[in-house]
C-alpha cells in the first residue's frame, strides 16, 4: 500500500487535521476549525483514492491533449473529498 507524504489536512479549510500523534487506524482525525474528521484509516483511504484518480485524470487527459487539439473544456465532474495531502 503506498504511503502518502506530507500531511492530512481538511479538504475545504486546507489545514493540517488534528490527531493523536502515535495514531492508530482506529483513531479519529479532526478539522479543527470546520470539524470535519474521520478514522486515519477512512481519511488514509480517502486521500489515496483522490490520489489515484488525479494520476489517472492527468494520463486522460495528456492522451487527449495529444490526439485533439479542438477547444474541449468540458470536464468531468470532480468527486468531493473532505480531505487532502497538505504538503510536508
Ligand atoms: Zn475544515
Redesign the pocket.
Known sequence: MPKADGQF???????P?EGPAKPKPSDRFT??????GDSLKNVEGEVLQQMQEQVASKVFSGARDSKYVKVERKRIPKRLY?FIILPG
Not at 9 to 15: D, M, P
Request: hydrophobic share 25%.
Open positions: 489536512g481538511c479538504a475545504r479549510c486546507k489545514v487535521l478539522c479543527p476549525v470546520c470539524g470535519t473532505r
